[in-house]
């Protein structure tokens, strides 16, 4: 069934903290892992994300499905669902002042504004160009803007958030834009206490 | 060490268990899902409600009806505890006790029915105390509650900053990531595209400002339309209490339904009529659609509370004639008792033993007991709410929308996409009658120990009920503006009703005399005299004493100037500490522009850029900032 104190042994091991992850969350997390996977090949593939219907209708949906895959692959197992799933625990108010000198666990505020920035970031080059702004802003709205009207809202979301004048948002710069958004908060899935 | 990791387990485990009991959730996240998180809000805000009202029911249940049942006189056996020999007959008809008359009237249920003795059962319970004291915790904890939900909920405003990144956070943050149904998703997209639209357009308005003096004169027109409407509808209520004191002087056979609930009707109907009024009155005003939303609620508010208030007058104008009653049945009462004695001392010269002297309770003539009229009142306010509620979501909601699905087939015009269509969750609304109900069960409860508990069958209907209608009948916003980012809007105004409700129970409290025969008061001067008589008999005499010098007048005056005194000092504090937060981030960002500027300059070469960065200590004056720089540089 569930060798969870498998994962625990091997995790304990890893570099990134999912060490703090408990026991029923696994179990949970992995019941969900196993009513996605219809193939009931132990891996996910991208058609069982897209059953969703949360992912299925959301712009972003097939950005956030890629978020789960490492680069050029097509199945992802147990291992790197929790990985990616861990960016959305909760931050507790103990974890913030322990462990200053360690690295920063996957659910700080910064690596969740990351994984967001990594979203909208698709040529990875750490900038959202204008393009790519286009294509997100095309997502959401349709075909009821007309292309210059996009145009020009692109351009004004770059006006308001660059400040080293290079026409494109860095991610430092998409930090302090999303700086008054309780990210921690709304970045959290619950149960995972 | 074995003993660390198992209390660990132990908290995880309790934190996923009180996680687990919370109820609803799965209800909430359903409509969440089909309504997105606005429609949530409310229910979310209605479950935190119910939560505040159960501990107030735990506390007047367990603390003064229970002891009172348990250990308390039982009914007939005093004369305040029986239904009056002229009421007997119809004690027990259920139009009777629907109005909260006859038998209900003598219960545990309102303050009439408990008795003055200082101490109560084996355990020497003392219940008059227990009941003042319950009546202020249930205030205090209230305050308590909503104050830590505000500062909880602070984080969230942002301090209103978010016009400086106006169109970067429609673009990132506008999608709901929590709708799950293609409908909503529609809407969403819709609502959406129009944001956008409509952003364009402010810009572009922003620099044109056409014929002011029109819209201006339109504004006022509008304004002088909703202060009739206000003191028409406040004119309306104090019409109907008269009316209503008149009634209660007939007979009550001769009345038909409507006169005897004429009031609460009245005052139900104008909740639900007037805001479309204001609607209306809007259209001349045209405001920017969120400013509107502000302005609607804030005459919605205006109005229910105009409404409370001009009941609460006329319920103080009918507590100071019960107590002008008072004295005349005082004076009777004497005279009665002067004729029964003489009648019994006639029955005795005949034989010298004779029955002892006996009157039923039911026989004895009672005292108007205002406290349980005003008690009564709000019952009766509450449950004529809640049934207006329910009919107008049934006929208003329910059967509208079974109309339009299946009149369709056979009408001329789209009924659905017309009018009349589906109706919409109407979150604002909602949530005003929420607050105001809450606010007539703080200033009830005092009078009436069981109107927490109705109010909490009352929450937990409505959250079935709602629900289900919600997910029937409704359908998801077009166009979705919230009233503020945070739910510190509402919650400011609870507090704001929170403390208006409890000014007049105060206010009875310490300024009207207790009635002389009824409840766990009569027969003292005011109602807090109960805690001067317990610190003398329950505590020992030094403490009285000490006591006694607290309350000296120039003890208290200083007093409440140190806490003056604090509370300008805090204020000062978080003040100055706002500024030099501001001050900080200022650094930060000079300092960040300075490290991109010479970035290409001196790149991959961290040692240059950290005497760099050392040099320009005076970017980083702050003491317990000397290494910001250093932080910055090497935050992974």
Same mark, same amino acid.
């Given at each position: ?193 | ?204 308005? %922003?620099?044109? #400002?056409?014929?002011?003096? *029109? +819209?201006?004169?339109?504004?006022? &027109?509008?304004?002088? !339309?909703?202060? @009739? ?52 009155? %809007?259209?001349? #005003?045209?405001?920017?659609? *969120? +400013?509107?939303?502000?302005?609607? &609620?804030?005459?919605? !508010?205006?109005? @229910? ?332």
């Amino acid at each position: 069934m569930v060798h969870d104190h498998d994962f625990k042994g091997h995790l304990h091991g890893d570099n990134f903290q999912i060490s703090l992850v408990s026991h029923s969350q696994i179990t949970r997390l992995y019941s969900r892992f196993t009513s996605l996977d219809k193939g009931e090949n132990g891996t996910l593939s991208r058609e069982d994300f897209q059953r969703i219907p949360e992912l299925a209708i959301n712009p972003l949906g097939d950005r956030i499905i890629n978020a789960f895959f490492p680069e050029g692959e097509d199945q992802v197992n147990f291992r790197g669902f929790m990985r990616t799933l861990a960016h959305f625990r909760p931050i507790e108010d103990n974890e913030k002042s322990k462990d200053v000198n360690g690295p920063e666990p996957l659910n700080s505020r910064s690596n969740k504004l990351h994984f967001a920035f990594r979203l909208y970031d698709l040529d990875k080059d750490d900038k959202i160009s204008r393009d790519e702004l286009l294509q997100v802003l095309r997502m959401m709205v349709g075909v009821n803007i007309s292309d210059e009207q996009l145009g020009s809202i692109a351009d004004r979301t770059i006006q308001e958030a660059d400040q080293d004048g290079d026409s494109a948002i860095s991610f430092t710069e998409f930090v302090k834009v999303l700086e008054k958004v309780d990210v921690e908060q709304k970045m959290s899935i619950r149960f995972l206490h | 060490m074995m003993m660390a990791k198992k209390w660990a387990k132990f908290l995880r485990d309790f934190e996923n268990f009180k996680a687990a009991c919370v109820p609803w959730e799965n209800k909430i996240k359903a409509i969440e899902s089909q309504f997105g998180s606005s429609v949530a809000s409310y229910f979310l805000f209605l479950r935190w409600m119910y939560g505040v009202n159960m501990v107030m029911f735990i506390l007047t249940f367990g603390l003064i009806m229970l002891p009172e049942y348990l250990w308390g006189l039982p009914y007939g056996s005093l004369p305040r505890k029986t239904v009056p020999r002229a009421e007997e007959a119809s004690a027990a008809n259920f139009g009777v006790l629907y109005d909260f008359n006859g038998l209900a009237q003598y219960s545990i249920l309102f303050y009439g029915y408990y008795d003055n003795k200082r101490t109560i059962g084996w355990m020497n319970f003392r219940l008059p105390l227990s009941y003042f004291l319950v009546g202020i915790m249930c205030i205090g904890y209230s305050f308590l509650v909503v104050l830590k939900a505000m500062t909880k909920n602070i984080g969230d405003d942002g301090g209103g900053d978010d016009n400086a990144f106006n169109f970067s956070w429609k673009v990132f943050t506008s999608w709901d990531y929590l709708i799950g149904n293609p409908e909503t998703a529609d809407n969403k997209f819709n609502s959406i595209t129009m944001n956008f639209k409509e952003a364009i357009i402010e810009e572009r308005a %922003a620099q044109v #400002e056409e014929n002011v003096h *029109l +819209i201006r004169f339109l504004r006022f &027109l509008a304004n002088f !339309f909703v202060f @009739l409407t206000l003191g028409g509808s406040g004119y309306l209520i104090f019409w109907a209490v008269k009316r209503s004191q008149e009634f209660a002087q007939q007979d009550p056979d001769t009345l038909g339904w409507w006169e005897k609930n004429e009031m609460n009707m009245v005052m139900s109907l104008l909740g639900m009529f007037c805001p479309t009024l204001f609607d209306l009155f %809007a259209e001349l #005003e045209d405001y920017h659609p *969120l +400013i509107a939303l502000k302005w609607l &609620l804030g005459r919605i !508010f205006a109005l @229910l509370l105009g409404n409370l208030y001009v009941f609460i007058l006329a319920l103080m104008d009918e507590i100071n004639n019960k107590i002008e009653e008072e004295k005349l049945v005082k004076a009777n009462i004497t005279l009665w008792e002067a004729n029964m004695i003489k009648a019994y001392n006639a029955s005795l010269t005949g034989n010298t033993t004779g029955p002892p002297f006996f009157v039923h309770p039911a026989d004895v003539p009672r005292g108007p007991c205002w406290e349980t009229m005003v008690g009564q009142e709000f019952v009766r306010l509450t449950v004529s709410d809640v049934l207006t509620t329910y009919v107008t979501i049934l006929i208003g909601d329910f059967l509208r929308a079974c109309f339009v699905r299946f009149c369709n087939y056979c009408w001329c015009w789209d009924l659905e996409y017309g009018y009349p269509s589906y109706t919409e969750f109407d979150i604002s609304g909602n949530v005003l009658a929420l607050i105001f109900n809450q606010g007539m069960i703080w200033m009830g409860s005092f009078f009436a120990p069981s109107l927490p508990g109705i109010n909490i069958l009352r929450l937990h209907t409505s959250m079935y009920f709602q629900c289900w209608a919600v997910m029937c009948c409704n359908v998801p916003e077009a166009r979705v503006f919230k009233a503020s980012r945070s739910n510190n809007f509402y919650l400011g105004m609870l507090l704001l009703i929170l403390f208006l409700s409890t000014m007049p129970v105060l206010y009875m409290i310490v300024s009207l005399p207790p009635s002389f025969d009824c409840g766990p008061f009569s027969g003292k001067n005011r109602m807090f005299e109960v805690i001067g008589e317990t610190l003398e008999h329950d505590f020992p005499s030094w403490m009285a004493k000490i006591l006694r010098q607290l309350s000296n007048p120039g003890l208290v005056i200083a007093v409440v100037l140190v806490m003056a005194l604090t509370i300008y000092y805090l204020n000062s504090t978080a003040k100055g500490q706002k500024a030099a937060n501001l001050d900080l981030k200022k650094k930060m960002k000079q300092l960040q522009l300075l490290v991109a500027s010479n970035f290409h300059r001196y790149a991959g070469d961290p040692g240059v850029l950290l005497t760099l960065l050392l040099k320009s200590n005076d970017l980083c004056k702050v003491p317990e900032n000397k290494h910001c720089g250093v932080a910055i540089l090497f935050k992974p």
